[in-house]
């Protein structure tokens, strides 16, 4: 199998900053890009970041210059670090990695909240 474990979520206060963790595991081959997707009550979710495995970025406009998103290859991890928060950040952020395994190719992660209170 293969699993995604998400940390660094919580509370937050408006101009704070929060950095998420997120640790693939399992049997995997190797792991392709990796990103950060959102979700936020009554909305659909959204990519917040993404980054390739050597390194290439990409950022929502929202999020441009506040976020930065980070990858440890060798520790199969993906970074988010956020700053600058406000309280439309706030949501369930969700780590997503194409993984080359023997159990599929894209994987999901369980969801860590991020409340950014003002």
């Known amino acids: 199998q293969v699993q995604l474990v998400e940390s660094g979520g919580g509370l937050v206060q408006a101009g704070g900053s929060a950095r998420l963790s997120c640790a693939a595991s399992?049997?995997?081959?190797?792991?392709?890009?990796m990103g950060w997707y959102r979700q936020a009550p009554g909305k659909q979710r959204e990519l917040v970041a993404s980054?390739?495995?050597?390194?290439?970025?990409n950022y929502a406009d929202s999020v441009k210059g506040r976020f930065a998103i980070s990858r440890d290859n060798a520790k199969n991890t993906v970074y988010l670090q956020m700053n600058s928060l406000k309280p439309e950040d706030t949501a369930v952020y969700y780590c997503?990695?194409?993984?080359?395994?023997?159990?599929?190719?894209?994987?999901w992660g369980q969801g860590t909240q991020v409340t950014v209170s003002s």
């Open positions: 997503n990695a194409d993984i080359w395994s023997s159990y599929g190719y894209n994987f």
């Open positions: 980054i390739t495995r050597d390194g290439s970025t």
């Open positions: 399992g049997s995997i081959f190797s792991i392709h890009a």
